[in-house]
């Protein structure tokens, strides 16, 4: 806006300046013409009166004002012989030198006020010179240039106005789309990350913004997705080993033990608190699907080890609802895992044997062993899957027939299997589960010898 009024008012200026310049030139042309229109007057009658010329002029060019003053100098006595004025009241206009020294018809221009006068040398005689003496009011007082003063004065504003209203349509038209694509970012919030901006209406100009900010939101829902499923499975993974702290130290507190059973809880609460860590460490891992940061982690496994630790800590568990896993049949296997996470997944397993299985049953895991590949088989004899469930246990958050799975655990959320194919496929495990309802289910996990591991996990 600023800018378009210093613009329009420098272009304003310019045209007076020129109009009035070319005023003035032309003043000057009018001054000499008319200077020259007078000599044949004069040649037919020497003894003209500068009224009476004026009279003539205003006649033949009606241009009024004009002020005439005719002068006859003597070359000789270097003195005005005689002079006329058209107008006494301005005679004060003709206060000028006479151009004496100039050639005939030379012609010197004054400004007197507002007046522009000229001199002329009409004749240059024996022993006579005679000056014509012209005065023109100046073109400043011009109705030609008040008029265009007054155009401009109207113009500009008017201009500027219009000026503006085309502007104003014009952003409006061209912001239109970043208003649309400003709204549909609005309309996008956690609740609907999934949301993106439509780029098919949006003008190619901007295509890559809104592209851009899709890329954007991509990578911010990757990132809440992956925030959110680490905070619910590392919830999910901390429910049993808090709850087994919990129990070890309330049971403990119930009466006065002697140091020795005091330094065994310490100690099982502190080997717990230590897995909790190596727990989120690699739920955390996890969640990022950092397989790289993950397969550092790997070890040489006794797996003939790894089972009677894992099953003595949910024997705690299990002992809760009168449920005992048995070890049977296990045999001497060295594998290759993260031991954190493989112990998350086979817990997570007996977890849910123990707790759809009824009060007083039993669990069994065993080991049996093939070509290349150890087969670990955890069995019980609890409410078993109903066939239409079975393809949807590993899907996050899915509980088969809510209302029996709720009673049998009232914190379940659907997530533990979950959490064991994810596991198990990094480790590239198969798993299967054989279930039948009302009579048992039984999970198998293929695992392969260790050095077919190996060349799995590097290739
Ligand atoms: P949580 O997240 O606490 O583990 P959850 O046990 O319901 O909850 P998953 O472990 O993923 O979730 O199991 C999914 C569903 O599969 C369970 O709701 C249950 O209906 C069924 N299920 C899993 N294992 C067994 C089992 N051994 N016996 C019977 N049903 C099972
Ligand atoms: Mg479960």
Same mark, same amino acid.
């Given at each position: *806006? ?56 205003? +006649? ?40 004496? *020294? ?115 939101? +991509? ?147 065993? *080991? ?92």
């Amino acid at each position: *806006m600023i800018a378009n009024i210093i613009v329009l008012s420098g272009f304003s200026v310019f045209i007076y300046m020129t109009a009035k310049k070319g005023l003035s030139d032309n003043l000057n042309t009018m001054l000499k013409i008319i200077s020259m229109d007078v000599i044949p007057d004069f040649k037919e009658k020497k003894e003209l009166h500068a009224k009476e010329v004026a009279d003539e002029l205003y +006649d033949e060019f009606g241009i009024a004002p004009l002020y005439i003053k005719i002068v006859h100098y003597n070359k000789k006595t270097n003195k005005i012989d005689k002079e006329s004025v058209s107008s006494l009241k301005h005679a004060e206009l003709f206060d000028i030198p006479l151009n004496e *020294m100039g050639h005939l018809r030379s012609i010197y221009y004054f400004d007197k006020e507002s007046y522009r006068v000229s001199s002329m040398l009409l004749f240059d005689e024996d022993d006579t010179k005679i000056f014509f003496q012209l005065a023109m009011e100046k073109s400043t007082n011009s109705p030609y240039l008040k008029g265009l003063l007054i155009s401009l004065a109207i113009a500009n504003p008017v201009i500027l106005i219009i000026f503006l209203f085309i502007a104003n349509t014009l952003i409006n038209r061209t912001l239109q789309p970043v208003k649309d694509v400003i709204r549909s970012v609005n309309s996008i919030s956690a609740n609907n990350l999934c949301k993106r901006i439509d780029a098919k209406k949006i003008p190619t100009e901007i295509n890559e913004l809104v592209e851009t900010f899709n890329r954007l939101l +991509d990578n911010l829902e990757e990132s809440f997705k992956r925030i959110s499923s680490f905070s619910s499975d590392a919830s999910h993974e901390l429910k049993t080993p808090l709850t087994v702290i919990r129990g070890e130290v309330e049971v403990c507190l119930r009466q006065e033990r002697s140091p020795q059973e005091y330094k065994n809880v310490l100690e099982d609460v502190l080997v717990e608190t230590i897995r909790v860590q190596e727990t989120i460490d690699q739920l955390f891992l996890l969640t990022k699907k950092d397989t790289a940061e993950l397969s550092k982690n790997f070890t040489e496994l006794y797996l003939d080890e790894l089972i009677p630790d894992i099953v003595s800590q949910i024997n705690r568990f299990a002992s809760r609802r009168s449920v005992h896993v048995n070890i049977k049949n296990i045999i001497p296997s060295t594998i290759y895992a993260n031991e954190t996470l493989l112990r998350i997944a086979i817990e997570n397993i007996l977890r849910n044997s123990v707790i759809y299985s009824a009060h007083g049953a039993e669990v069994e895991i065993g *080991m049996s062993d093939s070509d290349n590949k150890y087969l670990l088989i955890i069995e019980d004899h609890g409410c078993g899957i109903a066939k239409e469930d079975l393809p949807f246990v590993f899907d996050r958050f899915y509980r088969a027939d809510k209302a029996r799975s709720r009673k049998a655990s009232e914190s379940g959320t659907g997530l533990g299997l979950a959490i064991v194919k994810m596991i198990l496929d990094i480790h590239h495990y198969d798993i299967e589960i054989q279930s039948t309802f009302g009579i048992g289910t039984k999970v198998l996990i293929k695992i392969p010898k260790i050095d077919e591991q190996k060349l799995i996990i590097n290739s």
